[in-house]
């Protein structure tokens, strides 16, 4: 989902065309200046509309989506940026260094997925789960955890719910892991054919080489 890109596209090609136009009602025509300047405008606004529909379809159709499964992995991917930020303000209410090392991996690998997702949205279908369960049971439970530790009374009660999280969020830590993975699984597949296809091309070769070399030494 190239948006920066696309964005700045948009606007190197409306700017510069909706500026002319302006120059050229202002300098060519009777209009005064507040209605080619509101011409101009409009021109701006509604170039940069067209554009960026015109790229959406060009994505959909390079993507092989429909702009309903778009917006809504579009849709996915803002809501678990929010839920990442909330994720990492939480390293402060976590004191177990075990458990700050669990929400720091656990927000590593899933900024990393949603890049990903965001890179290649058709990979959304790989990792679904992570969007759906994984990366809110990891907000949900960093959150439980959070508020236990602080307790001013450590019973016995409240000191086996820690620990029972603690494992639960190792337990959650794997599975995003299997997310990643999932999510790097058909890049790892390609490079496999790409070195499996490089590893022919040199075989294939080398007999005529050794060949070569062996009339050279007839002589």
Known sequence: ????????????????????????????????????SAIGIALYAGGNVAIKEVQLRSN?????????EYKHIEHQLTQSKQKLKRLANMYGQ???????????????????????????????YQVETFFYAHLDSAVELTSKYGLLVNQPLKDREIKVALQHTRETLSDLSQEME?????????????LQMEIDFVDVTINKDKPLLESKGEHSNDR
């Open 1 to 36: 989902m190239n948006k920066i890109k696309n964005f700045f596209t948009r606007h190197a090609i409306m700017a510069p065309a909706s500026f002319l136009t302006w120059f050229t009602l202002i300098g060519a025509t009777s209009l005064n200046f507040f209605v080619s």
């Open 60 to 68: 959909l159709k390079q993507l092989g989506m429909t702009r309903t």
């Open 94 to 124: 976590v004191r177990s260094i075990q458990a700050f090392r669990q929400v720091y991996d656990m927000s590593s690998m899933a900024r990393r997925i949603i890049k990903i997702v965001q890179t290649n949205p058709r990979k959304f």
């Open 178 to 190: 299997r997310d990643l993975r999932n999510a790097v699984a058909t890049d790892l597949e390609q």
